[in-house]
């Protein structure tokens, strides 16, 4: 065999697909980006984005009690909607007139939702941009850290993955947790 014609193959370049962000407008509390952090943990987030200088600020207290930014990244950004995978499609939540309820909300695949400051509201000029915008139905307006559980539980609950059972409930309760429901079912 000549060497012209035994070419090795280059192994195929590996793409990691980033299906869910959570995007933090000018968030004011590491408390609730830590909470935010916990749930993007729970609910299988690929990362955690943030624009403005206040969290950074604030940052030097620890609230992240899981340590999930050792696996999630948690970025900085100048926008949020910067450098955005063509698929990735732009869900604002926020109490805005004309926005889809969470109930009646289907969601993407590829996502990136967005989520506005405890102490203000997403620019119009990102809504503008948005594929959708939708609200979580409540009387009155919960936090921050709330609001994200909430939509990621309601994208768990919607999908077609199938996380339950006992395997999963030992593997994510407190090592002090040994709980077992006897004979009620």
Do not use: W
């Not at 994208?155 to 006992?166: C, F, P």
């Amino acid at each position: 065999m000549s060497s012209e014609n035994s070419q090795q193959a280059e192994p195929a370049e590996v793409v990691n697909i980033v299906k869910v962000t959570v995007g933090l407008s000018n968030p004011k509390s590491p408390t609730n980006v830590g909470a935010v952090m916990r749930a993007a943990g729970c609910y299988q987030v690929d990362q955690v984005l943030y624009t403005g200088e206040r969290y950074g600020k604030a940052a030097k207290f620890q609230t992240d009690t899981k340590n999930v930014a050792n696996k999630i990244p948690l970025k900085s950004m100048s926008s949020l909607l910067d450098d955005l995978h063509p698929e990735t499609k732009v869900v604002c939540v926020e109490l805005a007139e004309g926005a889809i309820s969470l109930p009646e909300f289907e969601h993407p695949e590829q996502a990136l939702y967005v989520f506005g400051p405890e102490d203000g509201t997403i620019t119009q000029d990102v809504v503008d941009r948005a594929d959708s915008v939708v609200y979580v139905p409540t009387v009155g307006c919960m936090n921050l850290a709330a609001t994200v559980n909430v939509l990621l539980y309601d994208r768990l609950a919607k999908s077609t993955q199938r996380i339950q059972g006992d395997e999963l409930i030992r593997s994510s309760r407190d090592n002090r947790n040994n709980l077992v429901v006897k004979g009620k079912y």
